[in-house]
């Protein structure tokens, strides 16, 4: 008893491990002597291997051996043996070469595999800038310019950042003179077919240059090639389209100037969005007539008179029709639109 105890005593006294060690010594060394074969530790998950008797597994510590550390010698991270002084953050063991631009936390982007980095793509998404087209095409160093490709100082995604230069030696048009905005994006959009800064490049969404509004000649809008000081609001180009129509008249029927309300940029004026319409006049895009007409045309059958109305095209009238069996019994019943509109002014329904 007493020399088991000294024994034991004799053996912590040689322990290079510090007090702390709680695990039998038996469970990492045998009898052949204290140097540990690195190979006894691979693929060591606690079994007992065939002639030793390792029985300390790695993997029920706070720290996983996998991917490279898997066969990494004990001494490449417990220096002084002592292994509770060990901290688990790669950057305790290993050099940040990116001199601290991408921040501590190496597992964002790495694994203990190895170094390569296979999620680029998702790292730009990430940063909200998604590499895209001529983007996706670039080589890392033309836009990561520092002078080592392991430092990746901030850009920042505005397009200016790295299209200053562009910008300032525009001609047609000359931007910095017309004082064109540098959030790039607002005309030129990476999304459609951009990727070219000119011919048709630019892409004007702010006011969709779409339908009736498909015009070559951008001083049609642009006076005398101002580009700055032009209003959207569809009155200011178009005070005289309203003022001289007649089919309706629009002064004498009072529109509002809202063209919008009515009208889409559709060429030709038509009126589809008129639905004021409905309470105004009768039913249309709703009640019993809603998509029952593909044209005005087919009520306003007078082109040029929007006050001629005909139901009766459509509804006709003969002894074995409904219709005439609907009014067997109503009293002052004609067959005439005018007269249909006077019982019926909402259409029914
Ligand atoms: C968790 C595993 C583990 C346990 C438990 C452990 N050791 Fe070790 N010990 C090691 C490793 C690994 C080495 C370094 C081996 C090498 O370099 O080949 C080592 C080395 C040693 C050395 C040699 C030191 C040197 O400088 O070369 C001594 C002595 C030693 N251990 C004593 C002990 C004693 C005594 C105990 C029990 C109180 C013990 N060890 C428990 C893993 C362990
Ligand atoms: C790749 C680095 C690495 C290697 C290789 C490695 N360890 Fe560790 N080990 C650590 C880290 C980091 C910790 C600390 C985990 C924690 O508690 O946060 C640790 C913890 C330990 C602990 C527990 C210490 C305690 O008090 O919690 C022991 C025992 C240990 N290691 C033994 C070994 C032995 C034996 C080997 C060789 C087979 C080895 N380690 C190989 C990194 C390593
Ligand atoms: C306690 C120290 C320690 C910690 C913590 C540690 N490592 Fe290691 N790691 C090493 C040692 C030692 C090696 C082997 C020597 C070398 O290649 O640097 C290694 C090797 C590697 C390798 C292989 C390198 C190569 O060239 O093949 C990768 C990858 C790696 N570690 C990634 C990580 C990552 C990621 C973390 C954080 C999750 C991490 N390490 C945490 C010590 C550590
Ligand atoms: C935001 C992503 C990111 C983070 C975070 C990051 N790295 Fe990297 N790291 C990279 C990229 C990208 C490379 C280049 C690898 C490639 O080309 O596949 C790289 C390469 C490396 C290399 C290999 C260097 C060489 O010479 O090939 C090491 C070592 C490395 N990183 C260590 C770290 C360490 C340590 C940390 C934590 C302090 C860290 N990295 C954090 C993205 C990152
Ligand atoms: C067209 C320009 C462009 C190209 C090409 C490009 N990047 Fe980036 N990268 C950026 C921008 C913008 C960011 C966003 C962060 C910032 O503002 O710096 C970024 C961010 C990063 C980050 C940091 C991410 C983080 O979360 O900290 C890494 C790492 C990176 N890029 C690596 C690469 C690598 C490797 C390549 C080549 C395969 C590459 N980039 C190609 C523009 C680019
Ligand atoms: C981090 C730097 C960076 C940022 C931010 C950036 N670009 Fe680029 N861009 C490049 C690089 C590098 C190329 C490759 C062209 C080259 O080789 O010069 C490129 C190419 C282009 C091209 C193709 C035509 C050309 O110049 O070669 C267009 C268009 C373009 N970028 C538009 C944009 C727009 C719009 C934004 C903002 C949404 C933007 N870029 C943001 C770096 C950047
Ligand atoms: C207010 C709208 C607007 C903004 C903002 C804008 N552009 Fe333009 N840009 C245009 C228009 C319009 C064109 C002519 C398109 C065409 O010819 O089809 C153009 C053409 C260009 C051209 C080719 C014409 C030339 O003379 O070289 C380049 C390069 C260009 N822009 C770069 C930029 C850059 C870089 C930014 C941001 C820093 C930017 N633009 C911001 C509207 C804009
Ligand atoms: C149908 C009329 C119309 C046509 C055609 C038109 N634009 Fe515009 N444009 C506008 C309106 C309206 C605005 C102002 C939009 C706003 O302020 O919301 C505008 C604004 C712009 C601006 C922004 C100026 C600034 O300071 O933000 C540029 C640049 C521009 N147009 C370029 C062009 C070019 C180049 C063409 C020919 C390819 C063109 N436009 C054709 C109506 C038009
Ligand atoms: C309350 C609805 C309404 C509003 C608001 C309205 N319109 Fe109309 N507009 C119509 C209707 C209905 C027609 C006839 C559509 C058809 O023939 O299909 C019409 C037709 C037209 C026509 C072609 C008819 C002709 O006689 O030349 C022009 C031009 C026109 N509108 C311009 C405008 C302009 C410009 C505005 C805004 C300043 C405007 N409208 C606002 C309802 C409206
Ligand atoms: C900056 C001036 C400008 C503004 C603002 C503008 N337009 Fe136009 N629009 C034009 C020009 C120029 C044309 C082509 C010449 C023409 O037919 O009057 C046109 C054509 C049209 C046409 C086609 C006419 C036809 O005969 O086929 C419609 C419809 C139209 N615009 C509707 C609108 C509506 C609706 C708005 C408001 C959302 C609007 N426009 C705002 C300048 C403008
Ligand atoms: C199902 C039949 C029907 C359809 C389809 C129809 N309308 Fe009407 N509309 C009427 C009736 C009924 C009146 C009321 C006539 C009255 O009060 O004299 C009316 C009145 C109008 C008036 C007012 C005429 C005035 O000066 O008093 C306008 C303008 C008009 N419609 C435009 C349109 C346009 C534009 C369309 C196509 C988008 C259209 N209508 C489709 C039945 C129809
Ligand atoms: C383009 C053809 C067309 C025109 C023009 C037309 N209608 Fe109709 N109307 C229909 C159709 C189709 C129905 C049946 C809808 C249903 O059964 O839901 C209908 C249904 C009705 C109904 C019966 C509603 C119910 O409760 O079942 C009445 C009432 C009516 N229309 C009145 C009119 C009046 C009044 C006019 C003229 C101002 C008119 N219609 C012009 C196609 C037309
Ligand atoms: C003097 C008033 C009057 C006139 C004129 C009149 N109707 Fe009627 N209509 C009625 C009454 C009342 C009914 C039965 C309503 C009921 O039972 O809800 C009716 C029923 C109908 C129905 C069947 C409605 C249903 O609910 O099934 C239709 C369709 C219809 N009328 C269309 C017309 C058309 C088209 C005209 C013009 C040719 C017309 N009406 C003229 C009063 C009139």
New binding site residues.
């Given amino acids: 008893m007493i020399l088991s105890l000294g024994f034991l005593a004799s053996l912590q006294a040689q322990s290079p491990h510090g007090a702390g060690l709680k695990i039998d010594c038996a469970s990492c060394h045998t009898s052949a002597g204290w140097e540990i074969d690195v190979p006894n530790w691979q693929n060591n998950r606690g079994a007992k291997s065939r002639n030793d008797t390792l029985v300390f597994n790695h993997n029920k510590t706070d720290f996983e051996l996998t991917g490279r550390h898997a066969t990494v010698d004990c001494r490449g991270c417990h220096e002084n043996l002592v292994f509770s002084d060990a901290q688990s953050d ?2 305790t063991c ?5 001199q601290q631009t ?5 597992v ?3 694994t203990t595999a190895h ?4 999620n ?1 793509t998702a ?1 730009h998404q990430e940063n909200g800038f998604p590499l895209l087209g001529q983007h996706a095409a670039a080589d890392c160093i033309d836009c990561h310019h520092a002078e080592t ?2 430092r ?1 100082d901030r850009i920042g995604n505005d397009c200016v950042n790295c299209h200053m230069d562009q910008y300032l030696s525009t001609t047609a048009p000359d931007h910095k003179a017309a004082g064109y905005a540098t959030a790039c994006q607002q005309c030129h959009d990476l999304a459609g077919d951009g990727w070219l800064w000119s011919s048709g490049g630019a892409n004007h969404l702010f006011f969709p240059l779409t339908k009736g509004h498909q015009i070559e000649d951008c001083t049609k809008c642009h006076i005398g090639g101002n580009f700055t000081n032009v209003s959207a609001d569809c009155f200011s180009c178009h005070a005289t389209d309203y003022q001289a129509s007649t089919n309706p008249n629009h002064v004498a029927a009072n529109f509002p100037t809202d063209c919008t309300a009515c009208h889409s940029t559709d060429s030709g004026w038509a009126a589809n969005d008129f639905k004021q319409h409905d309470q105004q006049y009768f039913p249309i895009f709703s009640g019993k007539h809603e998509g029952e007409w593909d044209q005005c045309i087919d009520c306003h059958t007078v082109v040029g008179n929007f006050k001629e109305f005909s139901c009766v095209d459509c509804h006709e009238h003969n002894n074995a029709s409904d219709l005439a069996d609907e009014h067997r019994d109503v009293s002052g019943y004609q067959y005439i639109s005018k007269a249909c509109y006077s019982c019926h002014p909402n259409g029914g329904g």
């Fill in positions: 790669c950057i290993h050099n940040d070469v990116h991408v921040g501590s936390d190496c964002r982007c790495h170094w390569l980095v296979d680029i790292l490709l392991l990746f």
